[in-house]
Each structure stands twice: as C-alpha cells, then as structure tokens.
C-alpha cells in the first residue's frame, strides 16, 4: 500500500494534470472518472439507505416533484455544458434533515435536504440557483480534484518520512482536516460561476443566486472571516454574483423566450 501511494505521490508531479474541458483550468487528477463514479455511487446508496432506514427521505410528494422538476430543467443544460454528463446515471433525493446542505456527487447522485428549502423559504429560483451549484461541482471535475489531493498528500507524507528517515504521519490529521473540506475557495468560485450560468440557461433568475446568498449570510451571521474558510465570504460571494447577474440575464431571457 505505501510502495502504491508513493508511487502515486510521484506520477502525480509528472502526469497527474489534466485541463478541466468546461473551466479550462487545470487540474491534479489521479482518479479517473470510472473510479470517482463508481465510489460516488457506493456512498449515494449508503447515504440514502441510512436516510431510509431512519425515515429521513422527504415523503412529501409536492416538494419532491418541484425538486424534481427544478433538477431535471438544470440536468438538461449541464448535458449540454459538458456533453459526457450524458452518461451520466442522474438521480435526485430530498433528505428530511435540518441541515442548510446539498450536494452533487461525481456521475450526478445528488441531494438537497429540508433544512434548507424550509428555514430561508427558497423559491424555485433559489433552488436552482443551489443545485446548479452542486451541479456545477461535478461538472467541473471538483470531486475527482479532492480524492487526487487526497491521495498525492497521502503519498507525500509516506514519501517524506521515507527521505527524511522521520515519521511525519503526524501531519495526517492537519492533512485530513484540509482535504475533507468541501471545496477550495477556488472551487467554490468556479462552481458559483457556472452554477449561475447553469440555472439562467434552465431558465431560472440569475438574481436569485443574490437573493440566496443574502439569505444563507442572514442565517450564518457571525460566521468564520474568508481566510479561515473554503468559501468565499458571504459578502465578496454577492459582490461576485451581482456582476455576473448582466451576464447572465441574456441567456435568462432566452431560455423564456423559447
């Protein structure tokens, strides 16, 4: 296991890079995209059969369908933003948690929970606005880039122990704590970008994506400041949204006008 991770560590200085075909940004990718879908899809099953299992998957038909409707609308676009998608097995689940979460996997599990839709009262703008993000996310390669991280930290510690005769699995758990966050800033920045573009072209109000990030600010006052977080804060998230929103209008108007 360490000779492989090592290995990896390695090759990931040497041919790990890939440029992301939708950003253009490039990226260290050591997982291909079977293997992240495949992971995705162990985790999604697992996920929603413990939601099951302790009743938590939403039973309320009316927002399963709007969720549905929303998703599906967005699902188009992205198979037109990144025609691979296409391939991809799509799935949705409403989870009846409190949380203010949702997320797309690699390959298009994805999952919105209560928590939010109920407690900043979101119209169908603004949840398009949050799933177009998550959409986005896997669009842009951003969990095959985590679990190549991952695995390149993992092997950069094996290797440095290795050169320099010391044990430095210590950094392990500071190396944990980086990784399992959700997204870079960088990441989060890319996902608003594309996610905005995602919902317009769905036709759904790019000013919403504004209105939401009022609200999730709202929610989260007295949150960590930027440099302590994977996202931008609240405040520089809405000041970058707000002068995408003209970009965006045109396609918004355009998908009406169909």
């Known amino acids: 296991m360490k000779h492989t991770l090592l290995a990896l560590a390695l090759a990931a200085g040497l041919a790990g890079c890939q440029t992301n075909p939708v ?77 203010l979460n949702a997320w797309c996997m690699p390959g298009g599990k994805m999952a919105i929970y209560t928590g939010i839709v109920r407690k900043l009262d979101l119209t169908d703008d603004e949840i398009a606005q949050i799933m177009g993000h998550e959409i986005a996310h896997a669009l842009l390669g951003h969990g095959r880039e985590r679990m190549s991280r991952a695995i390149a930290m993992q092997g950069g510690i094996l290797l440095g122990s290795a050169v320099t005769g010391r044990d430095l699995s210590v950094l392990t758990p500071v190396a944990d704590i980086a990784l399992t966050l959700p997204n870079s800033r960088e990441g989060e920045s890319e996902a608003d970008r594309y996610g905005i573009e995602l919902a317009a072209r769905a036709g759904y109000d790019p000013r919403a994506a504004v209105r939401l990030w009022e609200k999730m600010s709202a929610a989260n006052s007295g949150g960590p400041p930027q440099f302590l977080s994977t996202h931008p804060s609240p405040a520089n998230r809405i000041q970058a949204l707000n002068a995408l929103v003209p970009q965006m209008m045109p396609l918004y108007e355009k998908a009406h006008a169909r």
């Open 23 to 99: 950003s253009g940004r490039t990226q260290l990718v050591l997982v291909s995209e079977e293997q992240a879908q495949a992971s995705s899809a162990q985790a999604y099953a697992q996920t929603i059969s413990e939601a099951q299992k302790k009743g938590r998957l939403s039973t309320d038909a009316a927002l399963n369908a709007r969720v549905k409707r929303i998703t599906d609308d967005l699902v188009a676009e992205a198979k037109r933003m990144y025609p691979p998608s296409r391939d991809w097995t799509w799935s949705v689940a409403v989870i009846d948690e409190p949380q």
